[in-house]
């Protein structure tokens, strides 16, 4: 049975930091890729980072790149997103994916609507 489970959201002030954590069971992370989506109050859920299963790639949505960075466990259970320089506009919530990708050659990013496996969400917020 797959499951991922986000942890680490929580609240900070604009410009700090947060660490989110997405750990996967059931599943082996070098056949999945994984994706880091958020949907903020009124907005729709949109794919902020993920890395490709095949070739560990990584990719950022712009308004978090230089700020957002994905990292995994050496055991390679857990994906990590450090985020710093927080924004109000990061406030959402945060949810990882899951998309099966043994036998695509596709990025992760490319594979966007196919992610088959959600986590419950983190509360993410950013104010003052």
């Known amino acids: 049975q797959v499951q991922l489970v986000e942890s680490g959201g929580g609240w900070v002030q604009p410009g700090g930091s947060l660490r989110l954590s997405c750990s996967a069971s059931g599943i082996t992370l070098d056949e999945y890729d994984i994706g880091w989506f958020r949907q903020a109050p009124g907005k729709e859920r949109e794919l902020i980072s993920c890395i490709t299963s095949s070739d560990n790639m990584t990719f950022y949505e712009d308004s978090v790149t230089g700020r957002f960075m994905l990292s995994g466990d050496n055991a390679r259970t857990t994906i990590y997103l450090q985020m710093t320089n927080l924004k109000p506009e990061d406030t959402a919530v945060y949810y990882c994916?899951?998309?099966?990708?043994?036998?695509?050659?596709?990025?992760?990013?490319?594979?966007?609507?196919?992610?088959?496996?959600w986590g419950q969400g983190t509360q993410v917020t950013v104010n003052l």
């Open positions: 994916a899951g998309h099966w990708a043994r036998y695509s050659y596709a990025s992760c990013w490319y594979n966007k609507g196919l992610y088959a496996y």
